[in-house]
């Protein structure tokens, strides 16, 4: 590999305006300056704008800690074990019926239930609605009206608790999706099996597949009851519509969405944040009385064009919704709550982790688990846990000096300039580059143009001199460190995988070869 690939010292500190450019370079050298000036774009280009990040939080609900709380708690404790009483009663009730309903039924979650057997679990369904009594709901209003099945099979619902699925239960028992293991769960098994579930492993794209199928199959035949969806595909605070599942929108059938809202002063039955449903269950029956609203909206009939894509068709519906909640749509989803439950054992601010997921799965394709390595990268990068790097954090993580070339990679991942890097640019950041379509090619090239002999290895002088080429203030004992981190199996020489291994893991170096090397991709290939 020709060294004029190798970018030349000098020439970055003219381009940084440290040394005036010498009179006495050559030709090529100023044709390399200008090169260098115009091509102060990053070599990849300039990654997506990611939009202004969402000051809602919709996973997070403060808890109520004030005196009076607590001591209307204590007050109410004997009401609350007189609800528990009900509660159990009621619970083993239903079960009793329903496995009476269900009796002779060998197949329930496969063959729709006969006009006898729907009718006699609205015993079960009444059970349904004095559970929600005994938690408080004595009066539920409601607005609108359920469309028939024939003008709407499917009904989609916010979701906020484990309260909306109850009324769900009690007002239309329809069918919903559900993890297959659920079934055999003892008690919660045989309620779902009254709700002839269409099972789904969610581990497996194939049966989530299958599971898309079995929705449109039981949305076109009306001997099914309604089919329910609640496609944000978790609960939130109630102060936001997040991104949707597309599940419920890809039969491109008429939908009817249902709002659930539940106004409060003390106590949201929101799980967010509080310590799991019985710690909420236990808030709620040791309150006089809590309120829940629900409406109706009218039928929503997709678009040619959003038959064609249910991603602009749950978005048309998940707007409608948020608006008539009066609240803002954003596109987080369950991993900024897988991602935020990492963040807290990281001590990172629990906050900062929420990136609108569903923007990262649109723009790059982004899993849970490259977004928690990047995650605890970051988190090792901001010693100080508070939930922003700076310039001096990421040099100090890289182990390498503020060069016009580091600083042009911060500045990559400092989308709005605000000089710190939070974890949502960082994971964009690292993703843009990670997940760029030269990003393997790049990584080969950088592999070429450090290996000056060719022999497919690089040796400790060849790791050494590349870094000198790209820092020359870079003292010897770092560059040293840098290659004992690349050598792996500490066998004297970096390998090709242990090359390629370690940029894709830290994709930040590889921004920072490009950066200094901004002509790295279109340095003549070697024969
Ligand atoms: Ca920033
Ligand atoms: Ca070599
Ligand atoms: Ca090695």
Known sequence: MASSSLVDGTAVEEAAGIVEPSTANKEGDATDVLVREKSREFPLGDSPSLGPQSTVNPFH????????????????????????????????????????ALLGVSDPLFKPFNRFRRASLWTVRAGARAVLFTMGYYYIPVKGRPAHRSQAPIIVCNHISFVDPIFVFYRHLPVIVSAKENVEMPIVGVFLKALQIIPVDRVSAESRHHAAGNIRRRAIDNKW????????????????????????????????????????????????DQGGPLVVLFHLMTQFVNYMEVEYLPVVVPTLKEIRDPHEYADRVRRMMASHLGVSCTDHNFVDVRLALAARKLQQPAGQSLVEFACMEKLFHLNFATAQDYLTKFSEMDHLHSGVITMQDFLKALDLPHTQDTEQV??????????????????????FVSKHTSFAQTIKAAFKACDSNGDGVLSRDEVAR???????????????????????DHNGSVSWEEFSNFLQRNPEYLAVIMAARPNLLKAPEEP
């Open 61 to 100: 609900e403060p808890k109520n800690k004030s005196v009076l709380q607590l001591l209307k708690t204590l007050l109410l404790l004997p009401l609350f074990l007189l609800r528990v009483v009900c509660l159990v009663t009621l619970m083993a009730l239903g079960y009793v019926f329903i496995r009476l």
């Open 225 to 272: 009851p309604h089919v329910m969806l609640f496609p944000e595909g978790t609960t939130t605070n109630g102060q936001a519509i997040i991104s949707f599942k597309t599940g419920a929108f890809s039969p491109g059938l008429p939908v009817q969405p249902m709002i659930v809202r539940y106004p409060h002063k003390h106590v949201n039955p929101c799980w967010a």
């Open 410 to 431: 911060f500045h990559l991942f400092d989308k709005n300039g605000d000089g710190q890097i939070n974890f949502r640019e960082f994971l964009a950041g690292l993703a």
């Open 466 to 488: 590349s870094l000198h080429n790209m820092f020359p203030e870079l003292p010897d004992p770092k560059i040293s460190h840098l290659f004992d981190t690349l050598d792996l």
